[in-house]
């Protein structure tokens, strides 16, 4: 190891103090778009008025800029919002400036709170030790019972109060939070085992949102597909989804080994992970200490979780918005696209990097002997050549065909373009459901068994989303989706084989066995280089 254990515990301290920070700045950001707000006049017509972000202080504006800028209705000059948070906003059930006035007080308290919580974890009363931080099973439960099952819960409970009671004209808020009854017949069926009786009387498909029109009383339901006004996910769809989400949480926050002597080891369950004979070395035996003792590999994991998860999450919220009427302003969409994955990108290479400093710093080959690090280590070649043919294969194709197109195009002969129907996409499209390829397979075909099997529960939703074209559920694909498609993943193959060779290559190459005892500023290469050669 080359740092100490004071630096450590600094080290941890400082990852406390981080993690209240950045909360405090999420906090702070939201409030200020809280309070500059043009919302009660968006509310009145969402699809029609532009969001505003805020107004633009510019003393270098002239009279034509003013003008220019002055839109919406608006007293001034303005920045169009493309974030999206308006519509969150109205889906979670707030309509007044004066909703969006308190949630912005209670942010700006829990940023205070935040800051106040980090600074105290850098006292020496308060700073955590060392032993506190490699509690990997009380960590483990914590972070899945109290984050993910609690705050699930509490959003499932606020969905319940107050967005769906909005969504259907009625106005709950702390006044009458305790007298409005989410469900006509309240904790009845909860009690009496009858959970069936909150799925029944969901929203008609003329539903107006915001109001009781065509609404109903339903509060946890399966309907599958999209509110046929907003075009985004049923609320009572969102509920039951978070409600799930909170008791698998909940119950997995109970089973690792703490204080009380039940549940797993993760130490016993990394060391029982060795494949049957054969070549497959020692599996994941050794792993429990090398990551408890790294903070390095430890956020590595964590930050490529993180990646993958924020890149799925700019998938989805277009292709399944949940939020009102988002999915018909396609400049947010595509700017939250846009701002998912290039977040996702930086996550993604921070992982790497730590991952690097990882195999520098703390990777013991003792403790390893034949687990998987050191089996990835022995293949570092085969894994990296890989990646390099995989990325001049892309490179090659890809760039090669776009080249062509366009010159056939400049020259005026369009017919002799090569162009590529991703037909596996579309096989797959068409098993989910969707009818356009012509494919009759699974979902897609309305004599087969999985259509019937699910016809009656959550089918008829889901396969109207699908085959329309007012949202973005399965966008209809072609030729162009195939090139863009390879041309992403030419992007992707690139730099995961730069970071995988600065990783992996990051103690020593064949080149420079010794890399890793190199000093900082060694001319060609060394790890403050990220390994080159």
Excluded at 252 to 270: C, Q, V, W
Excluded at 273 to 285: E, N, T, V
Aim: aromatic share 12%.
């Amino acid at each position: 190891m080359f740092y100490s254990i004071s630096l450590t515990k600094g080290i941890r301290g400082l990852v406390e103090l981080t993690h209240f920070f950045d909360r405090r700045v999420i906090d702070g950001i939201t409030n200020g778009v809280g309070i500059t707000s043009f919302f009660e006049a968006w509310v009145q017509d969402p699809l029609h008025v532009r969001p505003i972000a805020h107004a633009i202080w510019d003393p270098h504006f002239g009279q034509p800029a003013v003008e220019a800028f002055t839109r919406g209705g608006a007293p001034g000059p303005v920045n169009i919002a493309y974030s999206g948070v308006y519509q969150w906003w109205y889906t979670i059930g707030l309509r007044t400036n004066e909703d969006l006035y308190t949630g912005a007080l209670f942010l700006l308290f829990l940023s205070a709170l935040s800051l106040i919580a980090g600074w105290l974890h850098l006292q020496p009363k308060w700073k955590p030790s060392v032993s506190w931080f490699k509690n990997a099973e009380s960590r483990l439960n914590h972070h899945l019972s109290g984050l993910f099952g609690v705050s699930s819960l509490a959003w499932t409970g606020h969905l319940v109060h107050v967005a769906i009671p909005g969504s259907r004209g009625e106005y709950v808020r702390w006044n009458n939070f305790l007298d409005v009854l989410p469900h006509p017949q309240g904790l009845g069926p909860f009690f009496s085992g009858q959970w069936n009786l909150y799925a029944q009387n969901p929203d008609s498909s003329s539903h107006l949102f915001g109001t009781s029109q065509g609404s109903g009383t339903a509060i946890l339901t399966l309907l599958g597909g999209f509110h046929p006004q907003t075009q985004s996910l049923w609320l009572t769809d969102i509920a039951h989804h978070h409600l799930a989400i909170a008791i698998l949480f909940l119950i997995a926050g109970h089973m690792y080994r703490t204080n009380f002597g039940i549940g797993h080891s993760i130490k016993d369950l990394l060391e029982a992970h060795i494949p049957p004979g054969g070549r497959l070395g020692q599996g994941h035996k050794g792993l429990y200490d090398t990551i408890n003792n790294s903070i390095h590999f430890q956020l590595g994991l964590a930050l490529a979780s993180l990646g993958v998860i924020t890149s799925l999450v700019a998938q989805h919220m277009y292709s399944l918005p949940a939020y009102a009427f988002i999915a018909q302003d396609f400049t947010t969409q595509a700017a939250l696209y846009t701002h998912h994955q290039y977040i996702a990108g930086f996550i993604m290479t921070g992982a790497f990097a730590h991952g690097a400093i990882f195999f520098i710093r703390d990777y013991n080959p003792e403790q390893n002997e034949d687990n998987v690090l050191a089996r990835m280590l022995d293949h570092k070649e085969a894994i990296i050549s890989h990646l390099s043919w995989a990325s001049l294969f892309l490179g090659f194709h890809t760039l090669g065909l776009y080249v062509h197109n366009d010159v056939m195009l400049a020259f005026g002969t369009p017919e002799k373009q090569i162009l590529i129907e991703p037909i596996f996409a579309q096989w797959i499209q068409s098993a989910h459901g969707k009818t356009s390829y012509g494919f009759d397979v699974l979902l897609s075909s309305t004599n087969g068994p999985a259509f019937n099997a699910g016809r009656s529960i959550w089918l008829p939703g889901w396969l109207n989303a699908v085959n329309e074209n007012s949202n973005s559920l399965f966008l209809t694909i072609g030729p162009g989706d195939f090139l863009v498609h390879h041309a992403i993943a030419l992007g992707l193959h690139t730099t995961t084989l730069i970071l995988v060779k600065g990783a992996l290559d990051a103690r020593g190459s064949k080149l420079m066995p010794d890399k890793k005892d190199f000093g900082y500023s060694f001319p060609c290469d060394g790890p403050g280089r990220g390994g080159y050669l």
